[in-house]
């Protein structure tokens, strides 16, 4: 298969084959051009950016932990050069507002039939293909430039943009069909069809990895290169009379409010936690974390940390109430698809699900479905939030690269009105929504950052923060998660960890999430992905961290009280490995979605699958509605049903 392809060359790469790098390069180089100049619209630099895109990934090859999600790790390194030249350039591509149909339409269908019309170059022929291209929808433009200029089967598209195959094969038969009707669709396929990458840029690959040198296999741990000074840091420290007394220290939390913030560096002073915590004010349900390929990549808790909770915390998992389901809607009912991956409830009481496949509104007797066709920016809906004038906000995109379209929309009710990274918007893979009591939203994007936008313009937040042996600066753009405290700080979840930010001070802190608990991050830290899926302040003023954990041990499951974080075990109460959301609910119960459902009372775990009545394993997202109603997204429909406490008792 290909992924085992990428495999074993990867692995004759990191053994000094610098063959098998051709290899790679061929297999990939026609997928990764195809996209590139599918977000930059410029053939010559889409080539030279294809060229870096394979450079860089030979540099970085070492660091790659996982080589079966080669492909996807390509396309995100490929997207974040796209990012950086379009910021250079200031490049906006051509929208189909501004350029008349009837002379686009009547260029090329000239060029297609007319024989008496001279032959348009090359240039001119990719430049009307562009323009074409740019009347579809992001995600079919995205389907269909792959399909013919990338030469991909939609199996290959599937796996590349992590959807499924049914989702790419409606994409490309919805944008096949608009070129049909406008009768370009012979001449866009066989100009992007007859278009061959051209040799020399592999040879000049080539040329280079050859000047570069063979890459450096990982021993034990990617970065090696660090721990020369990483030994260098524990000589400083050792001359300093840093004792372990001291540096036992770290493990002691940060006070978030001390009036002086000093920059994170090797050695960090250690603060205490005197904010007033409480949940945070969010639309809870309104996110899910969008299925991907990588699920279940990250760390792992000892044994010595997962096994109990602090003493004193009895916590025990006796089956002590019930969840009843009244019903399973599915897409026979009038849902977009079967795979759901949010619900919310809007302030007129309509439920609203959000799928792979486009956007559902539910009245309670009719169903109304949205896609591009009707003016939403892209037909994969993973967020779903109403702001403080009523205005209901989509965050969309694919989740496993950001460069399958994707973006924002805003619907007033009649309209949808769309924001992409051409607007400000940081990336065009929505996480998150957020709104701060200053009435400003926030934006969580998976590789890009966080945007801010005040009505009129947006704001981009980096997150950058400090390299760790396994970790680089810009992972901690991938934000997953915005929460905020009482005292009106922001935490925002990602794949390193948790970065704090001051509004007051406009200054961001970081910290680690691992198996010595949750501590400020330190670089050279060992702490490779802490993958934190959600962020959810309890009504005891405990902040609940969700971990996407593979561990035998680990349910991925951790609660920080100020003071210290508790990192729960997998059990029959909470059996599942990885944790995708978390909703608090009106008692007070803590409902944690990942294979099945794990409920918390305050005392007692108890765990909801199919044999519970829920349609499918697979839970993506709970939501509580405004008659105390629960909603389960799954991938076989949503289950909407009543959970009846029973009277608790505990086992010992």
């Excluded at 044994?303 to 019903?327: M, N, Q, Y």
């Excluded at 792979?356 to 994969?380: A, H, K, M, N, W």
């Amino acid at each position: 298969m290909k992924r085992e392809d990428d495999v074993q060359l990867i692995y004759r790469i990191l053994s000094g084959d610098a063959a098998a790098f051709r290899v790679l390069v061929e297999k990939h180089q026609k997928g990764v051009h195809a996209l590139v100049w599918r977000k930059i619209g410029d053939f010559h630099y889409a080539e030279e950016i294809t060229q870096d895109t394979f450079l860089r990934a030979y540099k970085k090859l070492s660091t790659l932990k996982d080589p079966n999600q080669f492909t996807g790790w390509l396309y995100v390194i490929a997207n974040r050069l796209c990012i950086d030249w379009l910021r250079k350039q200031k490049f906006t591509m051509q929208s189909l507002e501004d350029t008349p149909v009837e002379e686009i339409d009547r260029a090329a269908y000239a060029h297609h039939i007319s024989e008496q019309r001279q032959t348009e170059t090359a240039e001119n022929q990719r430049e009307i293909v562009k323009q074409l291209l740019a009347k579809l929808p992001e995600s079919e433009r995205t389907v269909v430039t792959l399909y013919y200029l990338g030469e991909m089967t939609t199996k290959e598209i599937g796996k590349f943009l992590g959807v499924s195959v049914d989702t790419i094969k409606t994409r490309l038969r919805r944008g096949r069909k608009r070129l049909q009707e406008q009768q370009v669709e012979p001449f866009v396929s066989e100009t992007l069809g007859t278009i061959q990458f051209p040799a020399h840029i592999t040879d000049r690959i080539m040329q280079q990895v050859a000047d570069m040198g063979p890459v450096q296999p990982p021993v034990g741990k990617p970065m090696l290169p660090w721990i020369v000074f990483g030994t260098v840091v524990v000589v400083v420290m050792s001359m300093l009379g840093v004792s372990n007394q001291y540096l036992a220290r770290f493990q002691r939390p940060y006070s978030f409010e001390a009036e002086s913030e000093p920059t994170i560096e090797i050695i960090d002073a250690f603060i205490v936690l005197d904010i007033a915590a409480k949940p945070s004010v969010r639309n809870q349900g309104g996110r899910a974390d969008t299925p991907q390929e990588s699920r279940g990549v990250g760390t792992q808790v000892s044994d010595t940390t997962s096994a109990s909770p602090t003493s004193g915390d009895t916590v025990t998992f006796a089956r002590t109430a019930e969840l009843k389901i009244e019903r399973t809607l599915t897409q026979a009912d009038g849902l977009a698809s079967d795979r759901v991956l949010t619900v919310f409830e809007d302030r007129q009481g309509n439920m609203w699900f959000g799928t792979p496949d486009g956007l559902t509104r539910y009245d309670g007797e009719s169903f109304q479905t949205f896609t591009t066709q009707d003016g939403l920016v892209d037909d994969t809906v993973s967020v779903i939030f109403q702001d403080q004038q009523g205005m209901l906000w989509f965050g969309t995109g694919s989740t496993s690269l950001a460069v399958s379209g994707g973006g924002v929309s805003r619907y007033n009710g009649r309209e949808f009105q769309n924001f992409t990274t051409v607007d400000g918007l940081a990336g065009n893979t929505v996480k998150d929504i957020f709104e701060d009591e200053a009435g400003r939203l926030w934006f969580a994007t998976a590789y890009d950052g966080v945007s801010r936008y005040d009505g009129k313009n947006f704001d981009t937040f980096m997150t950058d923060g400090p390299m760790g042996r396994f970790t680089l600066p810009e992972e901690w753009r991938a934000v997953e998660v915005i929460a905020q405290d009482t005292a009106g700080n922001l935490w925002f979840g990602n794949q390193v960890g948790i970065s704090y930010y001051n509004l007051k001070t406009a200054r961001f802190r970081y910290f680690a999430v691992h198996k010595e608990g949750f501590t400020p991050f330190v670089e050279m830290g060992n702490m490779s992905s802490a993958r934190v899926t959600d962020l959810q302040f309890d009504t005891q003023q405990n902040l609940w961290i969700a971990q996407d954990i593979a561990g035998p041990d680990d349910s991925g499951v951790r609660r920080y009280d100020g003071e210290e974080l508790i990192a729960f075990p997998r059990s029959e109460g909470l059996p599942m490995s990885g944790v995708k959301n978390i909703l608090l609910d009106s008692k007070g119960n803590l409902w944690f979605s990942s294979v099945g459902v794990s409920v918390y009372d305050g005392e007692t775990f108890q765990y909801f699958n199919t044999v519970d009545g829920l349609p499918n394993k697979d839970v993506w997202a709970v939501f509580e509605a405004s008659d105390g109603k629960l909603w389960f997204a799954t991938t076989r429909g949503v289950a909407v049903g009543v959970y009846a406490p029973a009277a608790a008792h505990k086992e010992n």
